[in-house]
């Protein structure tokens, strides 16, 4: 027997039913606030993600579904979705419009990561990503705007916000980490002392408990933001604070990519165990320029849809259309072409074996149908049907036409 791989899921029933739920959801929250929708491939050039999330990251170092293609080009399975809407929008020269362009996704991410609990190798995420806009009012938007479907879908959650500086104010802060960590390196787990070398922010975020103890008076960048970072950064908690959305400033969010500056948030949940993050996003000033576009500011967040499943309040499921069945077997056809009429406007469930009166109205409680329609002998003799409503429970006898 083949099964799926380790880390993918196959998907469908109530299941189905919550993950197009959350997809419905947060597409209209999105549409809302004048995002429109994008697909790009899920195969891109090895070389995006490179250089977008970063080539010392662990999603490029260790993650990636990465192989050569048939034509010998080095391809990878996108881990992610914002490099590619970016290059999808440097493609579609919108860098050279002076128009600000809003686009939602949602689709399969792949990542070699140690599957567990809320962690799979492919899952899904649905996102937004806003270009041209500089102010930090969009960032407050963006919060906002998940917030809202959060608040759609029923789901609480905690929301972490950092500044992680600009070009005038990063670099002299890992300056002064990077001299901070070599200090503290021999007692520093093997990850931290690589990440000294490639990528020390990172080192913040080290999950290793004698590292976090170690890193509790390591220099904060939120103390050393310069001026424009840092009246950004206040603007967007007086902000938060005045729509009443509580938040946590998290000195040691830096995120697992590298292409974030200023603004970096995660929403998470406790209700899901050790992968608690539900949603991550912040700005990315630099990258559509790095990506060979014009210098366009931006934005944007994904939300991950395995992790708020469970959390999900699906809305109460409505008795919806008609379960149709015969009594006797020269009727069975006429309740098909019946069938037939109906589905093209309501939705009908068609059993195709005459049965009695007791196991049709079983199987129309099963279908969730609103109306049960039955053709017995004497419907069949006098060209009717008999119809019951399974909400109010009326019952009557129609002409065939009248249905
Ligand atoms: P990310 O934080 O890497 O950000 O992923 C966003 C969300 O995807 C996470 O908060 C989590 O809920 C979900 N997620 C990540 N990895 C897995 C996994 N292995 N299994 C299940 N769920 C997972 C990004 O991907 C950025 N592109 C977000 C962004 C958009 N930033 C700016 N624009």
Request: one cysteine or more; a negative charge.
């Amino acid at each position: 027997m083949i099964n799926p791989l380790r880390g993918m899921k196959d998907l469908m029933f109530e299941d189905a039913q919550r993950f197009n739920h959350i997809i419905d959801t947060a597409s209209r929250v999105a549409q809302r606030y004048g995002y429109s929708y994008i697909e790009t491939p899920i195969l891109e050039e090895t070389a995006l993600f490179k250089r977008s999330v970063g080539d010392s990251s662990d999603i490029v170092t260790k993650e990636m579904y990465q192989f050569e293609d048939k034509g010998g080009n080095d391809v990878c399975m996108r881990p992610e979705g914002t490099a590619g809407v970016v290059r999808a929008f440097i493609s579609a020269k919108l860098d050279r419009q002076p128009v600000k362009q809003k686009f939602f996704y949602f689709g399969p991410m792949f990542r070699y990561e140690r599957p567990q609990k809320g962690r799979l190798r492919e899952f899904h995420q649905f996102g937004c990503e806003s270009f041209g806009e500089a102010s930090v009012y969009e960032d407050f938007t963006i919060i906002i705007m998940i917030s809202q479907i959060f608040k759609e879908l029923g789901i609480g959650f905690d929301l972490l916000i950092n500044s992680l500086g600009c070009p005038a104010c990063m670099p002299p802060y890992r300056k002064n980490l990077v001299s901070y960590l070599n200090n503290i390196k021999a007692d520093l787990c093997s990850d931290c002392n690589r990440r000294i070398e490639t990528n020390p922010i990172r080192v913040l975020d080290c999950k290793n408990e004698t590292c976090q103890s170690l890193l509790s008076d390591s220099p904060k960048l939120i103390n050393n933001l310069c001026e424009e970072c840092e009246s950004d950064f206040d603007q967007l908690r007086k902000l938060l604070d005045e729509a009443g959305i509580a938040y946590t400033v998290d000195t040691n969010l830096v995120r697992g990519l590298d292409y974030y500056n200023k603004t970096a948030f995660e929403f998470v949940s406790n209700e899901i165990g050790a992968q608690s993050a539900i949603a991550g996003g912040g700005r990315y000033d630099k990258l559509v320029e790095f990506l060979d576009g014009k210098p366009t500011p931006a934005v944007g967040f994904a939300i991950g849809i395995e992790r708020i499943m469970e959390l999900v309040k699906m809305p109460e499921s409505q008795k919806e259309g008609y379960y149709m069945g015969a009594m006797v077997p020269d009727a069975v056809e006429k309740i098909l072409l019946l069938a037939a009429q109906k589905r093209s406007s309501d939705k009908v469930t068609v059993e195709y074996a005459s049965k009695g009166f007791k196991s049709h109205m079983k199987g129309a409680d099963k279908s969730h149908a609103r109306y049960a329609v039955l053709i017995g002998e004497d419907e069949l003799a006098n060209g009717t049907v008999w119809i019951k409503d399974l909400e109010s429970k009326e019952e009557k006898t129609l002409p065939l036409a009248d249905i």
